[in-house]
């Protein structure tokens, strides 16, 4: 399927009904599965057969769309999660454990950051934040002895900063660990941070893949690329036998191709329980259906925002970095010529009363934690999604207190700049 255009493998990818059976993915609402005999049991127990036990584990609906989220990605497998806070602690701690280092852009979403800053910091597992923009040397500088992933977004929620993605990953493979990157704003129709050296990439799958607001979730693709046992003093989980599972070595018994998911699903999702259920998976899949369809009137709407926005005398300020002005408009146009999400943000004249006042008088743009949604929403991320974070890391992260995000939708772009008009006014 990974021949076929990014289009054909959103409609088609990860499910091929045989003679006689239903079309669209079956929603296998079931917690567990029914087998003959113990012996048939024990071998899925002991990874000694691969089929279905128990839903916490695995489930064929969840594995239908994993499968069509790795094809979009190019990678070699992929799991889905309950959420995508759950996609990016699973990638990190699948291979990152007490007394583990991480090297993390500052610009990253305010979930992931608190997550890794302030809830993996309580595990032993430290972090060093460096700027979206650090030179190679700067990279350099920060990794150590126990550095064991580098993490990034490609286009940062809210800061809209892009990721040289290529440079991060040098970067991390020349200290012999992978780069994880959350890419959920671009998508894969926008980016496929696999085909630019990433070896992990993440998902939200609540935001653009859903599209709809009906469903929270997130995924895991691994790219099968990461050579684990070359390095493998640095992952003993992966390299090393595994005593719960009568000493699997993952890296032997599943290749590069498997053993990063097979691990994940096999221990963290055992022991976390983070699923997600079968019919979120089914509605995320309807979502997936027309992401290529979607995505490109999000970015046609997202950029007439932009472009309005930026020529109005009351804006100080306009991030997009689709707009020729923006300072990362070169590194999008490189990773994202096709265009990369429907999110604007911008501050207006008046700081934080201001853009209070302006929210309060929008009437399509809805005032909404969510982003990349059908319908148009807006946040003021200092006053909600990142008010834990104080003023200078939010200053470090690109986040002003009077910043709007505006997550444009699928609404005619005419309406939604009128809408902006008239709050503005
Ligand atoms: C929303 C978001 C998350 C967290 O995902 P949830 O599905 O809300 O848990 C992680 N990363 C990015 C970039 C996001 O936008």
């Not at 799991?79 to 602690?89: E, H």
């Not at 990439?201 to 690329?225: E, F, L």
Request: hydrophobic share 40%.
């Amino acid at each position: 399927m990974s021949q076929h255009g990014i289009g054909t493998r959103c409609v088609q990818a990860g499910y091929k009904p045989a003679n006689g059976e239903p079309r669209q993915i079956p929603i296998i609402q079931s917690t567990t599965f029914k087998y003959d005999t113990s012996e048939d049991m024990g071998k899925l127990f002991d990874l000694e057969a691969s089929g279905y036990f128990y839903t916490r584990l695995q489930n064929p609906t969840n594995d239908h769309v994993a499968a069509k989220i790795a094809a979009l990605e190019g990678g070699s497998a992929a799991m889905l999660t309950s959420s995508g806070q759950a996609a990016n602690f699973f990638a990190l701690f699948n291979i990152c454990e007490n007394g583990s280092h991480i090297v993390a852009s500052s610009s990253i979403y305010g979930g992931t950051f608190n997550l890794i800053a302030v809830t993996m910091a309580k595990m032993g597992i430290e972090v060093t934040f460096v700027s979206p923009t650090a030179s190679r040397d700067e990279l350099d500088a920060a990794f150590k002895e126990n550095t064991r992933a580098v993490f990034g977004e490609t286009i940062a929620n809210p800061a809209l900063t892009v990721l040289d993605i290529e440079k991060f990953a040098e970067a991390a493979h020349a200290h012999g660990v992978p780069l994880i990157v959350d890419n959920t704003f671009p998508t894969p129709v926008n980016c496929r941070p696999i085909e630019w050296g990433a070896d992990i990439v993440t998902h939200s799958t609540t935001k653009y893949m859903d599209g709809h607001g009906a469903g929270v979730g997130g995924a895991i693709v691994d790219s099968g690329r990461f050579d684990w046992m070359a390095h493998a003093d640095k992952f003993p989980g992966l390299t090393t036998p595994d005593e719960s599972y009568h000493g699997i070595v993952y890296a032997e018994k599943f290749g590069k191709e498997g053993a990063f998911i097979t691990k994940c699903t096999s221990q963290l999702m055992r022991d976390f329980g983070c699923i997600q259920s079968p019919q979120n998976a089914f509605i995320l899949n309807l979502g997936l259906e027309s992401l290529h369809v979607r995505m490109p009137r999000h970015v046609e709407n997202g950029l007439a925002v932009a472009r309005f926005l930026s020529a109005h005398d009351k804006v100080v300020g306009v991030n997009y970095p689709g707009l020729e002005s923006d300072p990362y408009y070169e590194l999008a146009r490189k990773y994202m010529p096709n265009g990369g999400c429907g999110v604007v943000s911008f501050e207006i004249e008046g700081g934080r009363p201001a853009a209070e006042s302006f929210m309060k008088k929008l009437r399509l743009a809805a005032i909404e934690t969510h982003v990349a949604d059908a319908r148009t929403c807006c946040l003021n991320p200092a006053t909600s999604t990142h008010r834990q974070m104080s003023d200078e890391q939010l200053k470090e992260a690109g986040i002003p207190a009077g910043l709007i995000r505006m997550s444009c939708g699928l609404e005619d772009k005419e309406d939604l700049i009128a809408d902006i008009e008239n709050a503005l006014g």
